[in-house]
């Protein structure tokens, strides 16, 4: 998948939500990260060709979505945040279309998985958020379409239903999510674009995360061992410079629970340092 | 966009579309007041009981199910993959939901010999699917339901009062005559002696108007932005 930006911008009554995003990007599986309203769902509706930007451009393999829209609609299939869908039909129906368009058994794969089988005699509308969210993924999900675009799909799934979306995702190949959780993004992708107020923080792939010997280590204390330079701290865990072995020799003392490669959360932390 | 989306669309779309039993109550009760309207009062009370109570009930009954909220439309269109078939697929289920109050004031007028009124009132069922339509590109399901209860409803009872003032005016101007056949073909053409329009022409006129707006609409759907 290739998409590149030129000079996007999208303005909404006194507030850019994008504001000159420029990037070019060769991948399978990108993620956009950052907080609330930092205009990662914005971009992803512009991408889905829901939304059109008010300057510059978006091309995805050679389209712009939200100009060929009948090709994006053909080719994308989606997701959004907030699923809550005021609808009559029941989840039987909804299951049923979609084995009459999609893949029947792949279908039938993820209702059992997700476990949808459990609610399908129930209202669209009468469903919880994640039931809803459940339904809303089996849609996109369930789609041969080239490319899935996500908004935020673990928010209200439970840890166990969330393991499966994600180990689900990570084996697909054309993929956009947008989330606020590094690790999530980190778990499914292999680009990661970094949102702030509309503007591109960072962008950059798993090498470019994980070059600096920066390392996330999970204290048992509140203070920090000795030999290692704080980068950032957030509860018992914290960001810190200091090499593997020195890591491994404190966790074999007991003095941390444990460490990993920091990867996004050091970028977040560059780029907010309250992260 | 293929006829498969299309199909797959309005069997969507007719799914809840007659909800039970809210819409056998309904049904049921705008018959049975259209019948003793004219089995009673004869034609001229039923077109009034039809223009201002019994048809817009029915049209608000079965617009609703097509006023979706943006998110609701982003979901859908994830689901049919086209927006041009989404769009078709409401249209055809819309079209779907009128046959029931077609056919059965079809025997009706055929019943007490006033056959005459049922190409008005069929114009009329055109107006209120162009109405629905138009109304289903506003993406906040409240304010779509507000504008179609206004237009159903609110502007036959203001034709009614053009009518009522006209006699001391003379006939209606031609442009005014096609506005009221727009918005109430039924008692329009009742009143057809105070409008300097024929019946013919206005009702073939509101007929044309109906299908520019959905056809509009439909272009509109195609290049809207979707609101979360």
Redesign the interface.
Known sequence: MNIRAERLYKKFPKVWALNNIDFSISTDNLALIGPNGSGKTTLLSIIAGLRRPSAGRLEIDGIEPYRDREAAFNDFSYLFEKPKIPLRVRVRELIGILKEEENASEVERLCKELGIESFQGQRIGNLSSGQAQLCGLLVAMSSTRKLLILDEPFVHLDAYRATIVLENLSKRRGLIIATHSPEEAEAVSDHFVIMNEGKIMWCGNHDDLYHEGVFEVFLKAAELPEDTILVSKFGRSALVKSSEERLMSLYAEGRINGFRKAGLRHVYAKNYPRV | ?ST?RII?AF??YC??LF?FPIFEIVLVTVLLGQYLAIKNMGTEVFVSVSSFLALPLYGVTIGLHFLR?G??T??E???V????AVFLGRCLALIVGMVPIAIGDYLLLHFFDAQSLFTPLLVLLLTYIAFTMCSSLLQD?KIAMVVLFSWEFLMPMASSVVFATAGHYGRIDPVMSGFLYLVAPLYSSSYAVLLDLPQVTGLMLASFVSLALVTTALVLF?RM??Q?
């Open positions: 966009m498969r797959r069997k969507w799914k809840g909800p909220d998110r609701t982003i979901f269109l994830s689901l993959k086209s927006p041009v399901s195609r932005e979707f979360f």
